[in-house]
């Protein structure tokens, strides 16, 4: 369990995701926030390795400010459909453009993360495919409205009230809500059995 895994250490979690913040929770996992604000630049690099990269450099970033006895945590998650990568939307309009795009179609979630301490790192990816329900335009506006859209990669939350139009998951629930955590189990337990911790 990771809770019992990760008692020992002290862990800054590199994000300012609420989402982040519930799985931690929920995990019962004992940490700190400290954001990093680096540029997550898109590029043509494969989907993974660029969320990898970006998770990675957001915990270099924040580890160069700790006291080097830190556990640092960090992920990037990227909305892609059709190979457009779908960012956090910047308008109302652009918002809606997003969601009539996923409706009725499946796009890939990719969540890249990394685990740094003073003696090593580990990074990996998680790829899961979502299918969204057709949505009219009526259910897009409503949507929009309760403001959920505005601060999520997608233009979407999974776990609020954007569950209404998910019709199918394929792969890991919680990389679509930005963090992996299967793939962090078994980074921090490949990193402990290493020493790297």
Do not use: W
Not at 3 to 26: C, G
Not at 84 to 93: A, F, Q
Not at 120 to 146: H, M, N, W
């Amino acid at each position: 369990m990771l809770d019992k895994m990760l008692n020992d250490y002290q862990i800054i979690l590199a994000s300012q995701s609420p989402r982040r913040r519930e799985i931690f929770d929920m995990l019962g996992l004992r940490y700190e926030i400290q954001s990093s604000d680096i540029a997550e630049p898109v590029n043509g690099e494969d989907h993974g390795l660029q969320a990898m990269r970006n998770a990675k450099n957001k915990a270099e970033s924040v580890f160069a400010k700790s006291d080097g006895h830190s556990v640092i945590v960090s992920a990037d998650t990227i909305v892609v459909l059709e190979s457009r990568i779908l960012g956090k939307p910047e308008s109302v309009e652009q918002a809606h453009s997003y969601l009539a795009a996923l409706s009725a179609n499946t796009h890939t979630v990719v969540s890249g993360i990394c685990v740094m301490s003073g003696k090593g790192q580990r990074c990996g990816y998680e790829k899961t495919e979502v299918s969204f329900a057709p949505l009219t335009d009526d259910e897009i506006r409503d949507y929009i409205r309760t403001n959920e859209p505005m601060d999520k990669a997608g233009a979407y939350g999974i776990q609020g009230f954007g569950s209404q139009f998910i019709a199918r998951v394929e792969g890991c629930y919680f990389n679509v809500m930005g963090f992996p955590i299967r793939r962090f189990y078994e980074i921090a337990r490949d990193m402990i059995s290493k020493g790297m911790l």
